[in-house]
């Protein structure tokens, strides 16, 4: 609980998350308590994201937390809070075109607004696939520079 919701780092990454209404989380608050409140938190438009938020930026903060740990690399708040955002848009948007794809007659959603310029990374995109007839799993990662 500590790291994704109680430390001081951790509270102003989730004040840079856009939510409807504030989500607030008790000292004493254990996960699955904290999973349940934020359930109903909706995140502002012009961002775009349906699905919930909170894997997302628990995944950004646990990750911003390793990179300070193995590499000694900080990032600031707000670019965790983005990270998270734009991973969460990311998998909403794809879960959209896995659906138009099932059901033409669903209507496109409007083109995805830019989060975050990763000019000073290289992202990172990964794929796996499994074949159960086969038993066979193949993966990809494509980095950009």
Partial sequence: MHTFFLCPFA??????????????IAEDMDFKSAIVKFRQALC?????????????????????RNKLIFEDKTNPPIEIAI???AA????????AVMISKTNPNIPQRAAPI????????NP??????????????????????
């Fill in 88 to 95: 969460a848009l990311e998998w909403d948007q794809a879960q």
């Fill in 44 to 64: 502002l438009p012009p961002i775009g994201v349906r699905s919930p938020l909170l894997p997302w930026v628990c995944w950004s903060l646990w990750t911003a």
């Fill in 11 to 24: 509270k102003e990454v989730w004040n840079h998350v856009p939510f409807k209404t504030p989500v607030h």
């Fill in 114 to 121: 830019r989060l975050i310029s990763l000019d000073t990374e």
């Fill in 83 to 85: 990270r998270g955002l």
């Fill in 124 to 145: 990172c995109f990964v794929d796996a696939a499994w074949d159960s007839t086969a038993k066979r799993a193949g993966t990809a990662w494509i980095l950009n520079k």
